[in-house]
């Protein structure tokens, strides 16, 4: 009778365990098609509402549960509530923004991506999914010491990370769906898209810290920003990017 019992409950569990990994199979703005693929070292992912989503630069647009959509040239924000040592951007890719922004460097970028430690402005590690002029992931660290608003340090203090392994991307069309994901260990970084590791660097000693967060340069997206939690509260600083 034990026997039976447990290979009954066994048969249960496994019943419910396909029925989640079937569910993955859902198209975009299902729950259960983005849960559960990636765990990084520090804790689990979550959510980051709109109570808790700095918007330093640009516009958002709330779509619910925990989704926005992004429409302008530059948007920049970060969680109050978010330990930056790892973040995921999920993001239903709609096409280039109708107005396009040059950079301070006088080029233009279609972009969407990841703030790592984002300190503030000047100080910041990005995990960005470039489009245009080339496609791929680029990590890019921004460090300007004492200064902490984008009117002190402009486009200065950028040093571009050599990757040490890089893989194919998938297409990136108007409609389709991914995961970027990204998580620093020490100062070794990972970046992975719908799950599967893209790149891999060594980015270094930082010298800063801070929250996670989201940019995006000249495209149209709707973003669901996932990192994990932190013990403590940033105050919101519009303005700084």
């Given at each position: 009778?034990?026997?039976?019992?447990?290979?009954?409950?066994?048969?249960?569990?496994?019943?419910?365990a396909?029925?989640?990994?079937?569910?993955?199979?859902?198209g975009?703005g299902?729950?259960?098609?983005?849960?559960?693929?990636?765990r990084?070292?520090?804790?689990?992912?979550?959510?980051?509402?709109?109570d808790?989503?700095?918007v330093t630069?640009?516009?958002?647009r709330?779509?619910?549960?925990g989704?926005?959509?992004?429409?302008?040239?530059?948007?920049?924000?970060?969680?109050?509530r978010?330990?930056?040592?790892?973040?995921e951007l999920?993001?239903?890719?709609?096409?280039?923004?109708?107005?396009?922004?040059?950079?301070?460097?006088?080029?233009?970028f279609?972009?969407?991506?990841?703030?790592?430690?984002?300190q503030?402005?000047?100080n910041?590690?990005?995990?960005?999914?470039?489009?245009?002029?080339?496609?791929?992931?680029?990590?890019?660290?921004?460090r300007?010491?004492?200064?902490?608003?984008?009117d002190e340090?402009?486009?200065?203090?950028?040093?571009?990370?050599?990757?040490?392994?890089?893989?194919?991307?998938p297409?990136l069309?108007?409609?389709?769906?991914?995961?970027?994901?990204a998580?620093?260990?020490?100062?070794r970084?990972?970046a992975?898209?719908?799950?599967?590791?893209?790149?891999?660097?060594?980015v270094?000693?930082?010298?800063?810290?801070g929250?996670a967060?989201?940019?995006?340069?000249?495209v149209?997206?709707?973003?669901?920003?996932?990192?994990?939690?932190s013990a403590?509260?940033?105050?919101?600083?519009?303005g700084?990017?």
């Amino acid at each position: 009778m034990k026997l039976a019992f447990a290979t009954l409950a066994g048969l249960i569990v496994m019943s419910a365990a396909w029925r989640g990994c079937d569910q993955t199979r859902a198209g975009p703005g299902k729950r259960s098609a983005w849960w559960s693929w990636w765990r990084p070292a520090g804790g689990g992912l979550a959510p980051v509402g709109p109570d808790a989503m700095c918007v330093t630069l640009g516009e958002t647009r709330p779509l619910g549960d925990g989704r926005f959509a992004v429409e302008a040239s530059k948007v920049r924000g970060y969680g109050i509530r978010t330990d930056g040592r790892a973040a995921e951007l999920r993001f239903v890719y709609r096409g280039p923004s109708k107005e396009v922004s040059r950079l301070g460097s006088g080029k233009v970028f279609h972009q969407l991506g990841l703030k790592l430690e984002a300190q503030d402005g000047c100080n910041v590690l990005y995990v960005m999914w470039r489009l245009e002029p080339a496609t791929g992931v680029e990590v890019l660290v921004k460090r300007n010491p004492g200064q902490s608003v984008h009117d002190e340090c402009g486009n200065r203090g950028y040093r571009k990370v050599k990757p040490s392994v890089v893989r194919p991307l998938p297409a990136l069309r108007p409609g389709s769906a991914h995961r970027l994901a990204a998580e620093l260990t020490g100062a070794r970084l990972v970046a992975r898209v719908d799950g599967q590791p893209v790149l891999e660097a060594e980015v270094g000693e930082l010298g800063f810290s801070g929250p996670a967060g989201f940019r995006t340069d000249n495209v149209a997206a709707e973003l669901e920003l996932r990192a994990p939690a932190s013990a403590s509260a940033l105050r919101c600083a519009r303005g700084d990017d």
